[in-house]
């Protein structure tokens, strides 16, 4: 079954123009309902509230860092299956260690296009329709 892209989609990032960014890229690829976050502290909250689908995370946030959310959400027994996107400019081999350890789903690391987006969230969470129309690097 193809992943239906009309399901709950939360973004967290702590910059405003980064949440429009990644809202309008995955509008772009069909998404339909999207939420953003500026902090893991208020989206654990969400998170726990609401049913999503998918999680599209930043690494460097405060008061709670993009690891420590998904630490929290896979502690968590209703979240701990959430597909979890870690969405970051952080590139070390030692970050992206520390997020496999604690279960991240998949990595995507800025700058990046449509198209690297759609074959992570592809590889995480199954197939769905193909794109046209991509746009460049964001």
């Known amino acids: 079954m193809a992943f239906d892209r009309s399901r709950p989609v939360l973004i967290v990032d702590d910059y405003r123009d980064i949440v429009r960014l990644m809202t309008n890229l995955l509008r772009e690829l069909g998404f339909s309902d999207i939420d953003g976050e500026a902090n893991g502290a208020r989206a654990l909250r969400r998170l726990r509230s609401r049913d999503y689908a998918l999680v599209l995370c930043d ?48 990595y995507i690391v800025k700058p990046f296009n449509v198209q690297a987006v759609h074959d992570r969230i592809e590889a995480t969470v199954g197939r769905f329709a193909p794109i046209t129309g991509i746009s460049s690097a964001v």
Do not use: C, Y
């Not at 405060?62 to 502690?75: D, I, N, Y």
């Open 59 to 106: 690494w460097n946030m405060t008061p709670m860092t993009g690891l420590q959310l998904l630490k929290e959400v896979r502690a968590d027994e209703q979240l701990r299956k959430l597909p979890f996107i870690m969405v970051t400019g952080v590139n070390g081999a030692e970050h992206v260690q520390a997020a496999r350890e604690a279960g991240v789903s998949n």
